[in-house]
């Protein structure tokens, strides 16, 4: 079963866009994939130009068969070639209905957004990218922070 999340962008202009992803939603996984590969709003719009996710990895990619099966790859050849990149249920499986949803400001956003278990947003504060999460339709928060308590709780939780 998947964790899903959506994954949007505030744009400069203050529109917003934004992308449902169904696999590894969680802080430990998307959470930190993002941080580490789309804090630039530029590689961030490239992921959100190509619509919803199945599965979030380190780079785009390019197009890609959207897994083993079908082809005549065995799994450990497929994940060589395509592992680090991400596979979109458009560009990759070739579904329609798949692009970004649009919304005119970040107040439109968070009243009529795509509602999932953790929902990413990457918002400019003082001019400077910063990612946000809202955890089970919690408030948002700085995902860097929200990261760290979920390390200190499983680390408290494993010494306990």
């Known amino acids: 079963m998947g964790t899903r999340s959506t994954i949007a962008l505030e744009f400069a202009d203050g529109t917003v ?7 590894d939603g969680y802080l430990a996984y998307n ?13 961030l719009r490239d992921l959100i130009d190509l619509g919803d996710i199945s599965s979030l990895k380190p780079t785009v990619g390019t197009k890609h068969a ?21 596979t979109f249920y ?6 329609d209905g798949t692009s970004s949803k649009k919304f005119k400001d970040y107040a439109d956003y968070i009243a009529n957004h795509q509602y999932e278990e953790y929902e990413y947003i ?6 400077e990218a910063v990612w946000f999460v809202s ?3 919690g408030a948002y928060v700085p995902l860097v922070s929200a990261i760290l308590d979920e390390e200190d709780r499983i680390a408290q ?4």
């Open 17 to 23: 866009e934004q992308v449902y992803c169904h696999w």
């Open 90 to 95: 458009g560009r990759d499986r070739g579904e």
């Open 122 to 127: 990457l918002r400019s504060v003082g001019g």
């Open 66 to 86: 959207f897994s083993h099966f079908g082809t005549d790859m065995k799994q450990e050849d497929y994940e060589a070639l395509y592992g680090n990149m991400t």
């Open 135 to 137: 955890d089970h339709d």
């Open 157 to 160: 939780e494993e010494t306990a």
């Open 31 to 43: 959470g930190k994939m993002l941080l580490e590969h789309y804090s630039n709003p530029f590689i």
